[in-house]
T-cell receptor, first 115, second 108 residues
Framework: DAGVIQSPRHEVTEMGQEVTLRCKPI?????LFWYRQTMMRGLELLIY????????DSGMPEDRFSAKMPNASFSTLKIQPSEPRDSAVYFC?????????????FGEGSRLTVL | GQNIDQPTEMTATEGAIVQINCTYQ??????LFWYQQHAGEAPTFLSY????GLEEKGRFSSFLSRSKGYSYLLLKELQMKDSASYLC?????????FGSGTKLNVKP
């Protein structure tokens, strides 16, 4: 079975450029989460969607960040303009909220470096 | 808001038992996850506690006390491959917050 698929796996960009990260959740899962991980702040929840609808975006750091989920099989996280402090690993995770544990399945992550 | 506290790093010997503690204060609670994360990889699920008590799964067990805001992960018969970070994540239905994690070093 295919897990959560993220792209790109690595991205190096210059400050001020637009960055788009992509995620394909596990088929049949109805919740999708974007997390950001840094050494300093650990794994932070940015936003989550349920049935393609954004439920809570209180973790999105500022207006430069936006996320969309146009359908059940695709989500994007966009940073415009990017800044060096955005450098981190961005994880997408999905879950089936009717499952007993609501276990989160994580993608391999997108490692972003902003120069 | 949420406040999650775990030790930053621990070291243990192969074959031994280690307990990783987690204390938390969250706005709303309906369960607590433990995840394992090897360096450079994605977190993977270990356990989920909803009710007070101990959940055992092979070499790994997880305990929860809701009234105390406390959980621990117990790893038995440690193996070198258990060297990883262990993340505690209490949450309120669909919104789980991860602690900074405990880096476990297993030495021969």
């Amino acid at each position: 079975d295919a897990g959560v698929i993220q792209s790109p796996r690595h991205e190096v960009t210059e400050m001020g450029q637009e960055v788009t990260l992509r995620c394909k959740p596990i088929s049949g899962h109805n919740s999708l989460f974007w997390y950001r991980q840094t050494m300093m702040r650990g794994l932070e929840l940015l936003i989550y969607f349920n049935n393609n609808v954004p439920i809570d975006d209180s973790g999105m750091p500022e207006d430069r960040f936006s996320a969309k989920m146009p359908n059940a099989s695709f989500s994007t996280l966009k940073i415009q303009p990017s800044e060096p402090r955005d450098s981190a690993v961005y994880f997408c995770a999905s879950s089936l909220d009717r499952a007993r544990t609501g276990e989160l399945f994580f993608g391999e992550g997108s490692r972003l470096t902003v120069l | 808001g949420q406040n999650i506290d775990q030790p930053t790093e621990m070291t243990a010997t192969e074959g031994a038992i280690v307990q990783i503690n987690c204390t938390y204060q969250t706005s709303g609670f309906n369960g607590l996850f433990w995840y394992q994360q090897h360096a450079g990889e994605a977190p993977t699920f270990l356990s989920y506690n909803v009710l007070d008590g101990l959940e055992e799964k092979g070499r790994f067990s997880s305990f929860l006390s809701r009234s105390k805001g406390y959980s621990y992960l117990l790893l038995k018969e440690l193996q070198m491959k258990d060297s990883a970070s262990y993340l505690c994540a209490p949450g309120n239905f669909n919104k789980f917050y991860f602690g900074s994690g405990t880096k476990l070093n297993v030495k021969p």
